[in-house]
């Protein structure tokens, strides 16, 4: 750095803390040692090195951030004739007293930090704990990220000094049926990064009793058929059952309904459209409007696996399987009833029976134990005693075709193409009806004390089984429903899934209506549709019948 002239405002400055004692190197080699002003009280500043003919002109004390700060000032000795009024031969404490003097002289004693900061330190003693508590509330508002900052490294030793060693964690102290309760609120996900916090947390997360009630609640409980495989499966070298593995499965189960995650495989050799399908946990079983009905191995959709069944005359329109049983209706106004039973070696098909006593195409029915309730074109409703092979009762009273219907040990519930749903008793009595949809009632299913329909009006509804009344609609426009006819549905305790002729099926919060996940693959309309707690079956207008598994992504 050159010399700079005496009328120049430019001047090599070094700025230190009060602090400081160390030696700081300016231009051209000249040095100077800094003492901190305690030092300079007692004792004259020496400039033991000067080097290229420069001298200390001046300091100024300065308050910066409730710090002294001194600013040093170095200009060539030929320059330094006189400035701010000091001569270059007048020692530097000197110059030092002068100006802290003048600086004092220019503000009253409380406007100089020292006394500012002894005043408050005298006040906050005389507060009590309120007082402060409000007072350091205050101060926090103002302070910006280095008082912060600050506060947070001086604080990191001091704060738990006299605490108990949990005072940090509410869990670890709390009772353990108390935390039990808590953890239930979690999802695996969050239950699994609680086992990482510390020792205590993942002593308590591990707890088996926590995973089997959570395992074994009403949210998240499977069917009694899939809960007894995978306790099997999740069993330990002692043969104890790991809960947590099974919480694990229904979680992961249940994340790949809600998210559509799952993978296809398709059944085709249909020669017409899909009517109806039913499934079990080795066979599917589909009816066809080519008038057969097809047996396939769910393990392999090979051709040579197939078994077909011939009989009826018309369109298989409906199907049920229970066991070894399989009851079919078809627009040839039958009802069979076939034995269908195999083994890896071996099957054997044949049909038991034949019922007769509707006028029209048989459109639906359910079988269960010794009975079957039937519905058809001819607007009638039959139940029938599979063991005398004949009908017990006939139920009247719709005005359109009976187009879907269920019933429990209690009652039977049909849909019409009358726009009406009619709740029976089994001595053919008209319980209730109702009324809300705008066309043909095409499906029905119901669960407890709820009902879900679904009708050509493209809306599907909730109903109070009690009362009768809609308690919610998901509106095919405004609520992401289907923009065709909505052919069949089904539900279970949390979800439903429906589908319609715009090739989609839909899954559906059985609470809130809100679409969980829609699943494309089929190439026309689904017609049908069957699950369980893994497994989804379709059949179409594309001639197909497509396997959706969830429980292998």
Same mark, same amino acid.
């Given at each position: 750095?050159? &010399?700079?002239?005496?009328? =120049?405002?430019?001047?090599h400055?070094?700025?230190?803390s009060?602090?400081?004692?160390?030696e700081?190197?300016l231009?051209?080699n000249?040095?100077?040692?800094?003492?901190?002003?305690?030092r300079? #009280?007692r004792?004259?500043?020496s400039?033991?090195?000067?080097?290229?003919? #420069?001298e200390?002109?001046?300091?100024?004390?300065?308050?910066?951030?409730?710090n $002294?700060?001194?600013?040093?000032?170095?200009?060539?000795?030929?320059?330094?004739?006189?400035r $701010?009024?000091?001569?270059?031969? #007048?020692?530097?404490?000197?110059?030092y007293?002068?100006?802290e003097?003048?600086?004092?002289?220019?503000?009253?004693?409380l406007?100089?930090?020292?006394?500012?900061l002894?005043?408050m330190?005298?006040?906050f003693?005389e507060?009590?704990h309120?007082q402060?508590?409000?007072?350091?509330?205050?101060?926090?508002?103002q302070?910006?990220t280095?008082?912060?900052?600050l506060l =947070?490294?001086?604080?990191?030793?001091r704060?738990?000094q006299?605490?108990?060693?949990?005072?940090?964690?509410?869990?670890s102290?709390?009772p353990?049926?108390?935390?039990?309760?808590?953890?239930t609120?979690?999802?695996?996900?969050?239950?699994?990064?609680?086992?990482?916090v510390?020792?205590k947390?993942r002593?308590?997360v =591990?707890?088996?009793?926590?995973?089997?009630?959570?395992?074994?609640?009403?949210?998240?409980?499977l069917?009694?058929?899939?809960?007894?495989?995978?306790?099997?499966?999740?069993?330990d070298?002692?043969?104890r059952?790991?809960?947590?593995r099974i919480?694990?499965?229904q979680y #992961?189960l249940?994340?790949?309904?809600v998210?559509?995650h799952?993978?296809?495989?398709?059944f085709e050799?249909?020669?017409?459209?899909?009517?109806?399908v039913?499934?079990?946990?080795?066979?599917?079983?589909?009816g066809?409007s080519d008038?057969s009905?097809?047996v396939?191995?769910?393990?392999?959709n090979?051709?040579?696996?197939?078994?077909?069944?011939?009989?009826?005359?018309?369109?298989?329109?409906?199907l049920?399987?229970?066991?070894?049983?399989l009851?079919?209706?078809s627009?040839?106004?039958?009802?069979?009833?076939?034995?269908?039973?195999?083994?890896?070696n071996?099957s054997?098909?044949n049909c038991?029976?034949t019922l007769?006593g509707?006028?029209?195409?048989v459109?639906?029915?359910?079988?269960?134990?010794d009975?079957?309730?039937s519905g058809?074109? &001819?607007?009638?409703l039959?139940?029938?005693?599979i063991?005398?092979g004949?009908c017990l009762?006939t139920?009247?009273g719709?005005?359109?075709?009976v187009?879907?219907l269920?019933?429990d040990s209690?009652?039977?519930?049909?849909?019409?193409?009358?726009?009406?749903?009619k709740?029976w008793?089994f001595e053919?009595?008209c319980?209730k009806?109702l009324?809300?949809?705008?066309?043909?009632i095409?499906?029905?299913?119901?669960n407890g004390?709820?009902?879900?329909?679904?009708?050509?009006?493209r $809306?599907?509804?909730?109903?109070?089984?009690?009362?009768?009344?809609?308690?919610?609609?998901?509106?095919?426009?405004t609520?992401?429903?289907?923009?065709?006819?909505?052919r069949?549905?089904?539900?279970?305790?949390?979800?439903i899934?429906?589908?319609?002729?715009?090739?989609?099926?839909?899954i559906?919060?059985?609470?809130?209506?809100?679409?969980?996940a829609?699943l494309?693959?089929h190439?026309?309309?689904?017609?049908?549709?069957?699950f369980n &707690?893994?497994k989804?079956?379709?059949? =179409?207008?594309?001639?197909?019948?497509?396997?959706w598994?969830f429980s292998?992504c």
């Amino acid at each position: 750095m050159k &010399d700079l002239p005496v009328n =120049s405002s430019n001047y090599h400055e070094i700025q230190i803390s009060e602090k400081s004692n160390s030696e700081l190197f300016l231009p051209q080699n000249a040095t100077v040692k800094l003492y901190s002003v305690d030092r300079l #009280r007692r004792k004259c500043l020496s400039l033991s090195q000067l080097a290229s003919g #420069r001298e200390l002109a001046s300091f100024d004390v300065l308050h910066q951030n409730g710090n $002294n700060h001194r600013k040093y000032r170095s200009l060539p000795v030929s320059c330094l004739k006189r400035r $701010n009024g000091y001569s270059t031969s #007048r020692s530097i404490k000197m110059l030092y007293e002068e100006e802290e003097e003048q600086v004092r002289s220019n503000s009253s004693d409380l406007d100089y930090f020292p006394n500012k900061l002894q005043v408050m330190l005298k006040w906050f003693q005389e507060f009590n704990h309120e007082q402060k508590n409000r007072l350091l509330q205050e101060f926090l508002i103002q302070c910006s990220t280095p008082q912060v900052h600050l506060l =947070s490294v001086h604080m990191e030793t001091r704060r738990h000094q006299n605490c108990p060693p949990n005072c940090c964690d509410m869990i670890s102290w709390l009772p353990s049926n108390v935390t039990s309760i808590i953890c239930t609120y979690l999802d695996p996900v969050s239950l699994s990064r609680c086992c990482v916090v510390c020792r205590k947390w993942r002593e308590i997360v =591990s707890d088996e009793l926590l995973w089997k009630n959570l395992s074994l609640s009403s949210q998240w409980k499977l069917s009694e058929t899939y809960h007894a495989k995978l306790i099997k499966k999740c069993l330990d070298e002692c043969g104890r059952i790991e809960w947590k593995r099974i919480y694990a499965q229904q979680y #992961r189960l249940r994340m790949n309904w809600v998210r559509g995650h799952c993978t296809v495989r398709t059944f085709e050799g249909h020669s017409q459209m899909i009517s109806c399908v039913q499934f079990d946990d080795t066979r599917i079983v589909s009816g066809s409007s080519d008038k057969s009905i097809k047996v396939w191995n769910i393990k392999t959709n090979s051709p040579w696996s197939v078994l077909t069944l011939l009989g009826h005359s018309g369109t298989v329109r409906c199907l049920h399987l229970q066991g070894d049983r399989l009851v079919s209706g078809s627009s040839d106004t039958t009802i069979k009833v076939w034995h269908v039973s195999g083994s890896k070696n071996w099957s054997s098909i044949n049909c038991k029976m034949t019922l007769l006593g509707h006028s029209d195409t048989v459109r639906c029915l359910q079988s269960e134990g010794d009975l079957v309730v039937s519905g058809s074109y &001819d607007c009638t409703l039959k139940v029938w005693s599979i063991a005398k092979g004949t009908c017990l009762k006939t139920l009247r009273g719709h005005d359109g075709p009976v187009l879907c219907l269920q019933f429990d040990s209690a009652k039977i519930i049909s849909g019409s193409a009358d726009r009406t749903i009619k709740i029976w008793s089994f001595e053919g009595e008209c319980l209730k009806t109702l009324f809300g949809h705008q066309d043909a009632i095409t499906c029905i299913h119901f669960n407890g004390w709820r009902i879900v329909s679904g009708s050509l009006d493209r $809306n599907i509804k909730f109903w109070n089984l009690d009362t009768g009344e809609c308690i919610n609609t998901i509106d095919w426009a405004t609520g992401e429903g289907h923009t065709g006819v909505i052919r069949c549905i089904q539900a279970d305790s949390w979800k439903i899934v429906s589908a319609a002729d715009d090739k989609t099926i839909k899954i559906w919060n059985m609470e809130t209506g809100e679409r969980l996940a829609t699943l494309r693959d089929h190439t026309d309309g689904v017609t049908c549709l069957q699950f369980n &707690d893994t497994k989804l079956v379709s059949g =179409s207008y594309d001639k197909s019948v497509k396997l959706w598994d969830f429980s292998v992504c």
